[in-house]
Each structure stands twice: as structure tokens, then as C-alpha cells.
């Protein structure tokens, strides 16, 4: 099995940065792809960034130009640099991990979910 821990999330302001990290724990070698996916009161999970074992990201449109997704494979650790912040940015946002790849974490299924961090921007 398989532990997430998000950590680096925060209040900033519009423009600012913040950059989010999540921990993996236990059976770490079983993961392909990581991601980061951000939930706000009344709306779905979507998915922010998601980078393959390969280590090719893909961004949401959203996050194109602002955000950066990084892996530490030998530290088991994802890293999301967001930059130029705006309100609208504003969630929870989850660290995932899933085993079988990218397609199955778009998908949803076989998903490990972390407890999520709060990003909180203000205008």
C-alpha cells in the first residue's frame, strides 16, 4: 500500500506563489504516475497536473504557463510549483498516485488520494 502527504499549502495573495509537496510512503516502487488534482465547495475533483513515470507532465489548461509539476523519484516526492496565483485557484487541492498509469488516473479508477492541502488566494 501505498501513503500520500501533501504539506506546503497556505494563504497568499493574488500573484503570489506557493509550492505544494507530497510524500509517498510504503510501496512506492508500485507507483507509475503522480498528479495533483483541487476540489472547491459544490464542484468535482479535476485534475490540475499529472506527470507519467517517464516523467512527461500534462497540465490542465488552467495551470499551463503557471504551474509546474516535478517528481524526486528517489525521494518519493511529487512537487507542484504554482506561481502567478489567482482566486479562482482557491481549493483543496490532493496529491494521487496511481499504479497503473496516467490513463487510469484521468479515468479515476485505482486512484490513491492524500488528505489534501488548503490553497487559499486572495484578491
Known amino acids: 500500500q501505498v501513503q500520500l502527504a501533501e504539506s506546503g499549502g497556505g494563504s497568499v495573495q493574488a500573484g503570489g506563489s506557493l509550492r505544494l509537496s507530497c510524500s509517498a510512503s510504503?510501496?512506492?516502487?508500485?507507483?507509475?504516475?503522480m498528479g495533483w488534482f483541487r476540489q472547491t465547495p459544490g464542484k468535482e475533483r479535476e485534475v490540475v497536473a499529472a506527470i507519467a513515470s517517464d516523467g512527461i507532465p500534462t497540465y490542465a489548461d488552467s495551470a499551463k504557463g503557471r504551474f509546474t509539476i516535478s517528481r524526486d523519484n528517489a525521494r518519493s516526492t511529487l512537487y507542484l510549483q504554482m506561481s502567478s496565483l489567482k482566486p479562482e485557484d482557491t481549493a483543496i487541492y490532493y496529491c494521487?498516485?496511481?499504479?497503473?498509469?496516467?490513463?487510469?488516473?484521468?479515468?479515476?479508477?485505482?486512484?490513491?488520494w492524500g488528505q489534501g492541502t488548503q490553497v487559499t488566494v486572495s484578491s
Open positions: 510504503g510501496h512506492t516502487v508500485n507507483v507509475d504516475s
Open positions: 494521487v498516485a496511481n499504479p497503473r498509469g496516467l490513463a487510469w488516473m484521468m479515468s479515476g479508477f485505482g486512484n490513491i
